[in-house]
């Protein structure tokens, strides 16, 4: 298993609270294992799957559907089935994306250039990296 961390650890190291840990695994996005004495310990691979539900947290993506990304990233099969789930998880994504620049494109309007421009340039990376994926993905 490699190192186990208690979750008062596990929150020292990725900076999320236990309450929020506590609450994942409640929810089932978080599996901790349970010692005899019941103390809940989290695997290495528990930090990678906290990193990935910040990141989609910072895409405004709902946390059931976090999950279902979690779980198809842990699958890490390649049959059909599990790839095509996989990439309709992903055209949802870019739907609630799609959305969100609806909702933005008004209030972008409204800036000046300056300020449009600095707000460009912070997306214009992500974007680009984006962008890429996508070629790589369906290219």
């Known amino acids: 298993m490699g190192k186990a961390y208690r979750i008062g650890e596990l929150a020292e190291v990725t900076n999320v609270s ?35 539900i910040e990141h989609y947290k910072k895409l405004n993506m709902p946390l059931h559907e ?21 990439v309709d998880q992903i055209a949802e994504l870019m739907k609630h994306l799609e959305a969100e620049i609806k909702e933005i494109k008004p209030i972008m309007e409204s800036l ?13 990376p992500q ?7 996508l070629l790589l993905l369906f290219g």
Do not use: C, F
């Open 18 to 52: 236990k309450r929020t840990i506590d609450y994942y695994s409640q929810i089932g996005l978080l599996q901790p294992l349970r010692t005899d004495s019941n103390y809940r310990l989290y695997d290495e691979e528990t930090i990678h799957v906290l990193g990935l």
């Open 66 to 86: 976090i999950k279902s990304v979690i779980e198809l990233v842990k699958l890490k099969s390649t049959e059909n089935e599990h790839v095509e789930k996989y």
């Open 112 to 124: 000046n250039d300056k300020q449009r421009e600095l707000l460009l340039n912070k997306v214009s």
């Open 127 to 133: 974007g680009m990296t984006l962008a890429h994926s």
